[in-house]
């Protein structure tokens, strides 16, 4: 039987993204609303309790308000946005994250997707904060750089229509970006890294990377351990996995277009220091490549369906 889903927001960057992904799937009936009709409050309530499964691809004040519009009992969420992936009674929708988190998906009501920076932070941190080699309050750093579709319609139109002709760019100089509580909360920190987003002249892709200086670390470990930590952590899975010994150059294209995400463990033997980096896309394993893994696990179907190898 069919399963029946609707994009609240499918007019987005990654409501389209979504929207063309399930198209033609035959074991999901996608439902989206007419230009005329996506902004009528009654004709969303009605599609978001119709729905099996909604997918809210909405800013954070919107998504929580087609939140409150869901009476249905029956309806399940997956919340693209940053409005609840640190609230009470929502499900981190990252399977890779930790042992059981993909089943802890398959069972909840409400899924919060991960954010593509977090995405990166996390998948290089977790493991090594639940091994006990970098302490929970250890001062952390994170540098990452994104294609500017993560900034969505208005970024794209910037980059693309000739609004800039930057190459390259940092922002968030505040150091008070919205992803930080979703970074220490799930990566299990006492403390948020030092964030430094920037976004570079390509349409899509990512590239994030925390330094560590080992030996400064309790217990000195290895750039060995750090890697054989990492690669026990995604052993089984099919989307992360961790490229061994380093490397002389890593391109930020290099998942582009696709829901892979690439970690390597980059040091200096002698030195002690390492570069923990990660690759993926912002719109594939960082957007809606994730959205569509958590889609499958809720409906109980093939996780990996629709997804680019």
């Known amino acids: 039987m069919s399963v029946t889903i609707f994009i609240d927001g ?8 979504i929207r063309d992904r399930l198209a033609g799937r035959s074991d999901l009936t996608v439902v989206t609303l007419d230009d005329d009709r996506r902004k009528d409050t009654a004709a969303r309530a009605e599609a978001l309790n119709d729905a099996d499964i909604a997918i809210l691809c909405l800013p954070d004040d919107a998504a929580r308000e087609a939140v409150a519009l869901v009476e ?14 640190v609230a009470p009674g929502w499900t981190y929708g990252f399977p890779e994250l930790r042992a059981g ?5 398959a069972d909840a009501r409400f899924v919060s997707n991960p954010g593509c920076y977090p995405t990166a932070f996390l998948a290089l941190v977790a493991p090594l904060v639940r091994a006990g080699l970098v302490p929970a309050d250890w001062p952390l750093t994170y540098n990452a750089t994104s294609g500017y579709s993560g900034g969505g319609k ?18 968030a100089l505040s150091l008070a970006h919205k992803h930080l509580p979703e970074m220490r909360a799930h990566a299990g920190l006492a403390h948020p ?15 994030g990377e925390v ?7 309790p217990g000195s470990p290895s750039i060995a351990q750090v890697e054989d930590v990492l690669t026990a952590a995604y052993a089984d899975s099919a989307l992360v996995s ?8 890593v391109e930020i294209e290099e998942n582009a277009g696709t829901d892979r995400m690439t970690l390597r463990v980059c040091g200096n033997a002698d030195s002690g ?11 594939g394993k960082g957007a809606g490549g994730a959205a569509v893994q958590n889609l499958n696990i809720l409906a109980g179907l093939d996780p990996l369906a629709g997804l680019i190898l």
């Open 193 to 207: 890294p030092i964030f430094a987003p920037a976004v570079a002249r390509l349409n899509r892709g990512m590239l």
């Open 242 to 249: 961790v490229a061994s010994g380093g490397a002389a150059a």
């Open 154 to 171: 208005a970024m794209i139109a910037e980059f693309e229509g000739g609004g800039t002709d930057t190459a390259f760019r940092i922002y």
């Open 211 to 217: 330094p560590l200086p080992l030996k400064q670390l």
């Open 10 to 17: 499918a007019v987005g960057t990654t409501g389209i993204d």
């Open 72 to 85: 249905r009992g029956t309806t399940r969420i997956i919340d693209a946005s940053s409005a609840h992936r």
């Open 101 to 105: 988190q993909a089943q802890a998906i």
């Open 273 to 283: 220091h390492v570069r923990l980096v990660a690759t993926l896309d912002n719109l």
